[in-house]
């Protein structure tokens, strides 16, 4: 696991610490480096604590047996007996340290390993954890360790990694997706000294001794591309393209009751509606580097990709090496929340340097990480229910149809997977998968369902889908929770008392109770929303406050509260910062992110033609509420919160206007385009 700016590092030190019976400081946690790391997925699916800790608490505990044992040998009393502090062993006044114990040697013992890498790691121990009731360092807010460095640069991230003899890299990408290379004139570049072209059937780039040389040679190679059609419709076109697209694979995934009878009921109300939502980029705040150096027949890969271990494997594959001649050695980057460039970048300098014989450091522009990032894909969400006489609902139908969520993977395992390989001929094979809303709403009748239709382009496009955070959990959700609204609306309800009509889960239930109390929901005046979700164990409810300025379509959300349920929390205060995060990001893909394309290409290509949140946006405040479950194994919270903003703003913009907005972003010229027509 890696800790990409939420401090998982801090959390896992304090479990760690918990079960050993060490201090806190004592603890150090290496992350990311395949050649003293196992392979536990990586930074996915807010599995850091959930899947990573937990087998760390095992073996913590385990490894704290194994030493207590050792300590009744030497000491020569009862292991049951004895006591541990701070990493020392006592029996009265007879004390022995850990250090001791192990004796400056490597601690090795087994543990009972499922064989499997990844997220499905897992293993058995002997040992018993401790019980909540015994904790001292888990649920302290104990301070994140980063902060100072990342502050004042003092640690260096990727972009600072050096080599000797380091040559510095840029990739040409085509004019238009999947374009293929007729000519290059490389006396286009003669001019500039060491710079030289290196290129592998379509894939193009050029390396220097010295980075402005390279950036330089990059902007006056000229290149032929081979003359295509031009491969996506026009942008205004994109919703209905999804519309009328052939579905590739269809997939129900709850199937409750007779469905379409309850729809054919005499005397029912039939509510619908459909929403929108665009590809979005990860635009990290940096575009991605990495630098691989090959020596002795290995290789050594700095990466700042959430996914070192896939990277590992990915370049093994394309180089054609060992798994065993590879290490991948993960370097705080400028963040990732899923697939980004930054796999891209790893398998690119790897490449180079076994093409060069020399250190390779590769760094995108701009362009290339908000134009060539794998993006989260374009969706349109159909929603209809049918309400009886009393307003009950019988029937409740949402289906999401859009562009897999993993045309792409989710890792760069394989060379098919990466623009590089695609560029060399390696076909990508696609998993055509999407998702459903996450919740418990106890409708007698309901399905909900899933269609993917294919890609514009099946290779080399800037339009290439991959996860990014919570995948398609903002998407579907900015529907779902806003059907919910409308639904609660037609049945003459307020949307907090319908939710809680119908959530059969009583955690559930409880997130929504918890924010309708902390934000005073009765008492707001306009300009509030809600909306609910779960996510793989964690419950989160949120309340949007928002105020519209009619003259130039801005939209602030100027206050938000958040209940959130993970189940045991570990570190309060990195909690909190966490769902913060998540908040921002949240507000920031729902009032301003769509990546815009022309017939030819991507034309978000900076910050002005993919703006994000500034600060000038960010709410004035951010309240969290906590519901703290000891009993209950700890659940993600990287990720959850976020999937839940994007109604509830939606849905505090209707109550402040009376206006449904189905399509994001609200940016401020859709925003006075529709209250032109309200």
């Given amino acids: 696991k890696m800790d990409m700016g939420q401090g998982l590092d801090v959390a896992v030190a304090q479990i760690v610490a918990e079960e050993l019976d060490v201090g806190f400081d004592k603890v150090d946690v290496v992350m990311g480096d395949t050649g003293s790391s196992c392979n536990q997925g990586g930074a996915s699916g807010s599995t850091g604590v959930s899947n990573g800790a937990r087998l760390l608490r095992r073996a913590a505990a385990e490894a704290r047996r194994v030493l207590v044992e050792r300590a009744a ?5 009862p292991a049951g007996e004895l006591k541990v502090a701070d990493g020392v062993v006592a029996a009265g006044e007879k004390k022995i340290t850990y250090a001791d114990l192990i004796g400056g040697r490597y601690f090795h013992h087994q543990v009972e390993w499922n064989k499997q890498v990844g997220n499905p790691m897992d293993i058995k121990v002997p040992a018993k954890a401790k019980s909540p009731t015994e904790y001292k360092v888990v649920g302290k807010p104990l301070p994140r360790r980063d902060v100072a460095w990342k502050v004042y640069g003092t640690d260096g991230f990727v972009t600072d990694v050096r080599r000797p003899g380091m040559l510095h890299a840029r990739v040409i990408r085509p004019p238009r997706a999947a374009c293929k290379v007729r000519a290059i004139d490389e006396s286009s570049i003669k001019g500039i000294a060491g710079a030289r072209v290196i290129r592998d059937k379509d894939f193009v780039a050029v390396v220097a001794p010295k980075e402005w040389d390279a950036v330089r040679a990059a902007q006056k190679l000229k290149v032929d591309w081979e003359a295509m059609q031009a491969p996506f419709p026009a942008m205004d ?11 590739v694979k269809r997939q129900d995934e709850v199937k409750k009751g007779d469905v379409a009878a309850a729809f054919n009921a005499p005397g029912v109300k039939v509510v619908e509606a459909e929403y929108e939502w665009p590809f979005q980029s990860h635009a990290s705040m940096g575009p991605a580097c990495a630098v691989a150096e090959i020596k002795n027949g290995s290789c050594t890969v700095w990466t700042g990709s959430q996914k070192p271990h896939f990277v590992r494997d990915g370049v093994a594959r394309l180089l054609e090496l060992p798994e065993d001649k590879v290490r991948a050695i993960w370097i705080a980057g400028p963040g990732s929340y899923g697939r980004n ?11 180079l340097a076994k093409a060069t014989g020399k250190p390779v450091r590769v760094q995108g522009m701009r362009a290339d990480g908000t134009a060539w990032d794998p993006k989260g894909p ?7 229910a049918a309400l009886d006489s009393s307003g009950k609902v019988v029937a409740y139908e949402f289906i999401s149809k859009g562009f897999s969520r ?6 760069e395992s394989q060379p098919a997977d990466s623009l590089i390989g695609q560029s060399m001929g390696v076909p990508p094979k696609p998993n055509q998968i999407f998702g459903t809303p996450a919740e418990s709403y106890g409708f007698e009748n309901k399905l909900l369902g899933w269609e993917t239709i294919p890609q514009f382009v099946d290779h080399c496009s800037p339009l290439r889908t991959s996860h990014f955070r919570d995948p398609v959990g903002p998407e579907i959700h900015f529907g779902s929770e806003q059907f919910i609204d409308e639904l609660a609306r037609a049945a ?3 949307p907090m008392a319908f939710r809680l009509r119908y959530l059969t889960e009583p955690r559930h239930a409880a997130v929504v109770k918890a924010v309708a109390e902390k934000s005073g929901w009765s ?3 306009k300009g509030k929303g809600m909306a609910f979700a779960e996510r793989n164990g964690t419950a989160v409810a949120v309340v949007a406050q928002v105020e519209v300025d009619r003259a130039s379509g801005r939209v602030w959300a100027r206050k938000l509260w958040v209940a959130h349920d993970c189940g045991l ?4 205060e990195i909690l909190r910062t966490t769902i913060e995060g998540n908040v921002v990001q949240g507000l920031s893909r729902t009032l301003f992110e769509e990546v815009r394309f022309d017939r030819d290409s991507v034309t978000s290509v900076d910050w002005a033609s993919y703006p994000i949140l500034e600060m000038a946006d960010a709410p004035e405040s951010i309240d969290v509420t906590l519901i703290d479950r000891p009993e209950i194994a700890p659940s993600g919270a990287g990720e959850p919160t976020i999937r839940v903003i994007p109604a509830a703003v939606a849905n505090a913009f209707f109550d402040a206007t009376g206006v449904r907005l189905r399509r994001a972003p609200l940016s401020p010229e859709r925003v006075k385009a529709a209250l032109s027509r309200a």
């Fill in 569 to 572: 929390v570990i570190n309060p």
């Fill in 341 to 351: 460039d930054a796999g891209d970048a790893a398998m690119d300098a790897a490449f």
């Fill in 492 to 494: 003459g309800e307020g």
């Fill in 378 to 384: 374009a969706c349109v969400h159909r929603a209809r």
């Fill in 73 to 77: 040998d030497k000491i020569g009393a």
């Fill in 237 to 247: 076109q994109l919703y209905e393209h999804i519309r009328g697209a052939k579905v």
């Fill in 523 to 525: 008492a707001l005046g």
């Fill in 406 to 411: 993993q045309h792409i993977a989710t890792n």
